[in-house]
C-alpha cells in the first residue's frame, strides 16, 4: 500500500531500507499473526478436547454412570430444561427490553436517555453469581404467595397445575432471574437499532400528523424488526449458557415438565454440570463434558443464526456487546 | 410531546381554526395529575387499608394505565387515547426493569455491609467453624488468577486486534480470525471451564484442580472481549497519522508501536478494564476447574485455590452448621465482588473521559 505511493526513484531505495527495520517488521507481522491463528488453535482445542473426553462418556454404558442411564437418557430431559427455560426467559426479556429502548430512547430528553441507559447496563456488570444469590434468596421468596395464587386460579392451564411449590425455586423464577440477566443485551442492540432509524422517516411521519406511537409503529419498529429479532437471539445464547444463576435458584429433579410452578423441575445442562462436577468421577465426568459439548453446540447455532441476521443490517455496533 | 405544544401565534390566521380542526385535547400536565392518583391510590391502599404491596400496585396501576386512557378516549379519540396508553405501558416497562436493579443493590448492600470488617478482609476460613473468618484467601485468589488470565488474554487479544487492522485487512485469514472470534464470545462460561478442565486432564491425570486451569478457562472468556474492543478503537486512528509516519520513513512496526498504540491507549485501557471486569465476576469455570478451599494459597499450580465467586457460591450452597455465619460471609463476599466490578467500571469509564482526544464526543 506505502509502495504505491512513493515515487520512481524509491525503487530500489525499497531494497536498501536497514534491514533492521525489514526485520523488525517481518518479526512484528510474525508476531500479530501468530496471535491470530492462536485464536484459531483454541476454538480447534476447545472443540478437539471436549469431544476427546465427551466421546467416553457418550459411549459408557449405563451402570457405570451416576445417572444410571444411556447417555441420550440422561441428557434429554436437560436439554428440554435448557430450551424450555431459554425460551421462557426470552418471552419475558424481549418485550420488556423492546419497551425499555423506546422509552430511553422516543419518550425521554436525549440526556436523560443516555443515562438511564447506562443505569439499564449496570445490570450487566452484576456477577452472576449475585443474581444467583439474589434469585434464591429474596426472589424466590416473593414468589410463593403469586405462585399458590396462579395454582388457585389459573390451574386448570397445565402451566400452572399444582402443587405449587413452597420455596417458590421453580423454573419460572429462574426463567425471570436469567430474563433480568439479559435484559442489558437485548435493550442495548435494541437500542442501537433504534438510533439508526432515519431521522427524516421519522420526522416524516411525525408531519403527516402521527401520533408518537403510529410514528413508532409505522417507521421505528418496522425498521428494526430484522435488528430486534438479531438481538433476541444473542439474548438466547446467553440464558443457553448461564449456569449460575440457574444452579442456585432451581430445585430440580431431571423430569421432563412445561409446569411452571411445581416444585419438580427440569434442569439445564450448564447448572448440573455445575452442581455435579465436583462429586462426579470416573466415566461420569466424561457425561458431563459430553453433555457441555452438546451445549456447545445449541449454542453455536443460535449464535451463528443470531449473527447472520444481525449483520444483514451491515455495520452496526451494538451487536458488538 | 409535539401534540400537547401550544398552536402557534400565526395559526391565528388560519382560516379552517374556526371549523373547530382542532380536536379536544386534555390539559397539559393531565398525565402527572394521573400518576399522582395513581400513587394516592396505591399509597392508601397499601398504608390505609393495609392490603399487601402487589395487589395495592396493580390497583394504582389500574388508575393510570387504565382510567387515563379510557378518559382520553372519551376526550381525544382513539388515537390519541392508544398513544397515552403505550406510553404509560412504556414507562411501566422501564420501571419494572429498574426494580430487580434496585432490589439486587439493596438486598446486597443491606445484608453484606454489615459483614465487612477487618477481620473479614484479613482472615482466610482455616481452621474457622461458626463465626469469624473471611475472604483474605479468596481475594487472594481472585486476584492471582485474574491477573494471570489477563497476562495470557491481553497480549493475545491485543496482537490479534493489531493483526486484524494493521495487516489483515480483507484478507482471507483476518475475515476467519473475525468469524472466529464471534464464535468465541458466544462460548458459555461452563464450556470454558470444561475445555480447560480436559486441557489438563490430559497432562495431569482426572481429577485435576488448580489456579492456572481457572486462568486458562478465564483467557478463553476474555480474549474474544479484548480483541472486539481493541480492533474497534485501534480503527479509530486516523489513517493520516500512519502515512505521516511512512512518510517519514518510520518502519510500519515502529509506526504501530510509537504512533498508533500511543494514539488508542486510553481506549485500549478502558476496553481491558472492562474484560477484566467481566471475567472477575465468572463463578462456573473456576467452580470445575479450580474448586474451593479454605487455605490460602498462592501458587497457581499447586491445587485449589479459593475465589470471591466460588467462595459466595460455597457459602450459600453448603453452609454448614450452624448456617446463619456462613450465610452471612457469602453476603459480604457478594459485596465486596460487586464493589470491585463497579470500581473496575467506573476507573475504565473515567479513562475514557480524561486520557481519550478531545475531538471524540
Known amino acids: 500500500m506505502t509502495d504505491t505511493s512513493t515515487p520512481s526513484p524509491p525503487r530500489d531505495s525499497a531494497e536498501t531500507v536497514p534491514s533492521k527495520g525489514r526485520f523488525g517488521d517481518r518479526m512484528f507481522l510474525g508476531l500479530s499473526r501468530g496471535a491470530a491463528l492462536t485464536i484459531l488453535v483454541i476454538l480447534a482445542g476447545v472443540a ?126 429462574a426463567a425471570i432471574v436469567l430474563a433480568v440477566m439479559i435484559l442489558p443485551i437485548v435493550t442495548a442492540i435494541a437500542r442501537e437499532v433504534f438510533r439508526q432509524t432515519p431521522v427524516l422517516l421519522e420526522e416524516a411521519a411525525l408531519a403527516l400528523g402521527a401520533t408518537r406511537w403510529e410514528m413508532i409503529r409505522t417507521v421505528v419498529l418496522p425498521h428494526g424488526r430484522s435488528g430486534m429479532i438479531g438481538g433476541a437471539m444473542l439474548g438466547l445464547g446467553r440464558a443457553l449458557g448461564e449456569t449460575m444463576a440457574v444452579a442456585m435458584v432451581l430445585s430440580a429433579s431431571g423430569v421432563i415438565s412445561f409446569n411452571l410452578i411445581s416444585s419438580s423441575n427440569p434442569s439445564t445442562i450448564p447448572a448440573n454440570i455445575a452442581l455435579q462436577f465436583n462429586e462426579a468421577s470416573g466415566l461420569t465426568v466424561n457425561a458431563l463434558i459430553a453433555s457441555g459439548l452438546v451445549l456447545f453446540v445449541i449454542t453455536f447455532a443460535v449464535n451463528l443464526a443470531a449473527r447472520a441476521i444481525v449483520n444483514r443490517r451491515k455495520e452496526f455496533s451494538g451487536a458488538r456487546a | 410531546m409535539t401534540t400537547t405544544a401550544p398552536p402557534r401565534p400565526q395559526r391565528d390566521d388560519t382560516p379552517v381554526r374556526g371549523r373547530g380542526w382542532q380536536q379536544p385535547q386534555l390539559p397539559r400536565g393531565t398525565s402527572w395529575y394521573a400518576l399522582a392518583l395513581a400513587v394516592v391510590v396505591t399509597s392508601g391502599l397499601h398504608a390505609g387499608l393495609a392490603i399487601a404491596l402487589l395487589p395495592a400496585l396493580l390497583a394504582g396501576w389500574a388508575v393510570i394505565g387504565i382510567g387515563y386512557p379510557v378518559v382520553s378516549y372519551a376526550i381525544e379519540g382513539r388515537r390519541k387515547a392508544l398513544d397515552r396508553l403505550v406510553t404509560i405501558v412504556v414507562a411501566s416497562a422501564f420501571a419494572m426493569a429498574m426494580v430487580p436493579l434496585v432490589s439486587i443493590l439493596w438486598t446486597v448492600v443491606k445484608n453484606g455491609l454489615p459483614v465487612l470488617s477487618a477481620e473479614f478482609f484479613t482472615y482466610s476460613m482455616r481452621n474457622v467453624v461458626g463465626e469469624g473468618g473471611g475472604i483474605y484467601h479468596a481475594i487472594w485468589g481472585t486476584v492471582l488468577i485474574t491477573a494471570a488470565a489477563a497476562a495470557m488474554a491481553v497480549p493475545l487479544g491485543l496482537l490479534t486486534a493489531i493483526f486484524l487492522v494493521e495487516y489483515g485487512g480483507d484478507g482471507r485469514l483476518a475475515k476467519v480470525v473475525r468469524f472466529l472470534v464471534d464464535v468465541m464470545t458466544g462460548i458459555p462460561s461452563i464450556v470454558a471451564g470444561l475445555f480447560a478442565y480436559a486441557l489438563f486432564v490430559v497432562a495431569f491425570g482426572p481429577g485435576v484442580r488448580m489456579g492456572f486451569a481457572g486462568a486458562v478457562a478465564l483467557t478463553v472468556l476474555m480474549t474474544p472481549v479484548v480483541v472486539r474492543s481493541s480492533e474497534e478503537m485501534l480503527q479509530l486512528v486516523p489513517h493520516e497519522l500512519r502515512e505521516a509516519a511512512y512518510a517519514l520513513g518510520v518502519p510500519r512496526w515502529r509506526t504501530i508501536v510509537k504512533v498508533v498504540l500511543p494514539t488508542a491507549l486510553a481506549g485500549l485501557v478502558t476496553g481491558i478494564t472492562l474484560a477484566v471486569a467481566r471475567v472477575i465476576g465468572e463463578t462456573a469455570p473456576l467452580l470445575i476447574t479450580v474448586g474451593i478451599t479454605d487455605s490460602t494459597n498462592f501458587n497457581l499450580s499447586d491445587g485449589r485455590m479459593a475465589t470471591l465467586p466460588v467462595f459466595t457460591y460455597s457459602s450459600i450452597m453448603s453452609p454448614g452448621v450452624p448456617p446463619e455465619p456462613s450465610i452471612a460471609r457469602a453476603w459480604g463476599a457478594a459485596l465486596v465482588l460487586m464493589l470491585i466490578v463497579m470500581v473496575l467500571n467506573l476507573v475504565a469509564r473515567l479513562v475514557t473521559h480524561f486520557f481519550s482526544p478531545k475531538d471524540k464526543r
Open chain 1, 48 to 173: 478437539v478436547f471436549l469431544t476427546a473426553e465427551g466421546i467416553p462418556g457418550i459411549t459408557a454404558s449405563p451402570d457405570e454412570v451416576k445417572s444410571g442411564k444411556t447417555f441420550l437418557a440422561f441428557v434429554l430431559p436437560l436439554v428440554f430444561g435448557t430450551l424450555w427455560s431459554a425460551t421462557l426467559a426470552l418471552l419475558i426479556a424481549v418485550p420488556l427490553a423492546v419497551a425499555v429502548a423506546l422509552f430511553v430512547t422516543y419518550y425521554v430528553p436525549r440526556r436523560l436517555g443516555h443515562t438511564l441507559g447506562y443505569v439499564i447496563d449496570l445490570l450487566a456488570a452484576v456477577p452472576s453469581v449475585v443474581f444467583g444469590l439474589w434469585g434464591m434468596r429474596v426472589l424466590a421468596g416473593q414468589l410463593v404467595g403469586p405462585y399458590a395464587w396462579l395454582e388457585a386460579n389459573l390451574g386448570f392451564l397445565p402451566f400452572f397445575g399444582g402443587p405449587a411449590s413452597a420455596t417458590g425455586r421453580t423454573i419460572l423464577t
